[in-house]
């Protein structure tokens, strides 16, 4: 609840003061009178003690008037609401007030209803702006809380190139980051992978976590180095304005993390750029450095100027097919997944180091499809296939190679994915024999029990049944239908709910089309 607003009366003649205090109950309108002054001077000597929410002033008065006093109090406490108490002869003048930023007027001689309609006006509004203040102060402090997040997602909207240079400079500066006119920018791409395979993603986390802050303490002392993780949870290190040190530092980091975590560390080093939009630039050469990992081992630091060559145009990567690849390997297509392998090499190189960049681009999204797929990725990439693309030197070996490789995997998923798929059936099978007798059994509540999509479903056993979903159990159910009638004496609508066809004639009709005779002419036979 808010508290009583102050309210100061200023007038040289003490019955229109007296008159003001008396003329309303002021403290049922949630204000209280602080005091009362004769003249401007006196006026101010109140205002800087008592710091009134609102001020009634008569315009003539000796030593200072109301319009100066209300030009004085407002320049110093802008909030204050002030009005004005005049006689219509003096009303036009005191209109001319209003840029000074006076709240209100109130002619005399002074009625109870204008006082009250007045103060209840400016009441609302002082309550108005004070929660606006509060919302502000309340955004104000979720802003602080938040600043470090929105930093992040400011690096990172920066490493991705979704900003122009302008808006990069308004940001870093609001984010305290030293941009200068002839800036250098570098990133380095750091990947922590445990070396226990059994890690929950609790578990990871926490060690990316404590990797960042571990970074963050190694670059303590480097004012221009940003930590940060990006959108694949690796730590980003962004060097503004650094000298050659930078990767030195980059290898005693290395060393200190694979010597404090039970985890392998990689690093890959973008080149310097000086545009500010060429961050992306770095982290891009960075990432791609980082996956040279698999030509030149583990816990390594590499630099993405010592594996390319600068001759030519640069190498661009072509992210709709690699897309299209990691596709077509997760659901085991070796024979699309060639294709697709095929027009990525059927660009033009200029270099060998550039179809190795691309080739470790057909590597990193192989290993993608391996790690979503659950596939051990050193089962398919052999020491063998690595030699050899390390050491291929021209394109058709090197393409060779890389077939063999995604074939392999491709394969490797599909056989898996079969295997599954051969094991959820043989579990359906079971449990349409158990629950054939549900009248409510079909397609959509069996796939739900297993927590799969109708239509999978409905392909799978299509698939490895010859038949689909429906036809399927409708077979298993005239087929413990034919046994029934043949072991039991059960009625033809008592055979029916034991098969889960409550509707006799529904049964009926349903039993002669698969068995070919009626319910009484199949045990008419029997006898």
Excluded at 107 to 136: F, G, Q, W
Aim: negative net charge; proline residues 3%.
């Amino acid at each position: 609840m808010m508290d009583k607003l102050k309210v100061l009366i200023v007038d040289d003649e003490y019955l229109i003061r007296n008159l003001i205090r008396m003329r309303i109950d002021w403290e049922q309108q949630g204000m209280t009178i602080i005091g009362e002054a004769s003249n401007g001077h006196e006026a101010l000597e109140l205002v800087d003690v008592w710091r009134p929410d609102m001020i009634l002033t008569d315009i003539y008065m000796p030593v200072m008037n109301g319009i100066e006093l209300s030009g004085m109090v407002l320049e110093k406490y802008p909030t204050t609401k002030i009005v004005i108490v005049t006689g219509h002869d003096e009303f036009e003048y005191a209109r001319k007030s209003i840029q000074l930023g006076i709240s209100d007027f109130i002619l005399k001689p002074i009625r109870a209803a204008e006082l009250l309609h007045v103060t209840d006006k400016l009441k609302l509004k002082i309550e108005e702006e004070r929660a606006r203040v509060r919302e502000l102060e309340r955004l104000k402090e979720d802003l602080e809380r938040n600043w470090p997040y929105l930093k992040e997602k400011f690096l990172n909207q920066w490493l991705t190139g979704m900003l122009s240079s302008e808006d990069i400079r308004q940001k870093a500066d609001y984010f305290r980051i030293p941009l200068h006119p002839a800036v250098s920018l570098q990133v380095a791409v750091i990947e922590m992978i445990p070396v226990s395979e059994h890690l929950s993603e609790e578990q990871l986390l926490l060690m990316r976590m404590e990797g960042k802050k571990k970074t963050e303490a190694f670059f303590r002392y480097e004012s221009d180095v940003i930590i940060l993780l990006d959108a694949r949870n690796h730590i980003v290190a962004i060097a503004i304005d650094r000298d050659a040190a930078f990767v030195s530092k980059c290898h005693k980091l290395q060393s200190d993390l694979i010597t404090a975590y039970p985890c392998v560390a990689n690093i890959g080093i973008g080149r310097k750029h000086s545009e500010l939009q060429e961050l992306s630039l770095s982290y891009q050469e960075a990432s791609r450095a980082l996956q040279y990992k698999h030509f030149v081992g583990k816990n390594q630091v590499v630099c993405y100027e010592d594996v390319v060559d600068h001759s030519g145009l640069p190498y661009r990567s072509d992210p709709d097919l690699l897309k299209q690849l990691q596709f077509h390997v997760s659901i085991g297509s070796s024979e699309r997944a060639v294709e697709i392998l095929h027009a990525i090499f059927g660009a033009s190189f200029s270099s060998v180091s550039q179809f190795r960049l691309a080739a470790m681009d057909v590597i990193a999204e192989c290993q993608h499809a391996a790690i979503e797929q659950q596939i051990e990725h050193e089962r398919v990439f052999h020491q063998a296939t690595l030699m050899s693309m390390l050491n291929a030197d021209h394109l058709p070996e090197l393409k060779t190679a890389l077939t063999h490789y995604v074939v392999q995997l491709a394969t490797t998923i599909l056989s898996k994915k079969e295997a599954h798929e051969g094991s959820l059936v043989s579990r359906v099978k079971s449990y349409l024999e158990q629950n054939m007798s549900d009248p409510d059994l079909g397609l959509t509540s069996t796939a739900a029990a297993f927590f799969i999509s109708p239509g999978h479903l409905g392909r799978l056993m299509k698939k490895e049944t010859g038949q689909t979903f429906v036809e399927y159990l409708t077979n298993i159910r005239m087929k413990r239908a034919e046994t029934l009638l043949k072991r039991t004496d059960l009625r033809g609508y008592e055979v029916g709910e034991q098969v889960g066809i409550a509707d006799p004639h529904y049964f009926s009709i349903v039993f002669k089309k698969n068995i070919g005779r009626s319910v009484n002419e199949y045990r008419s036979l029997k006898s």
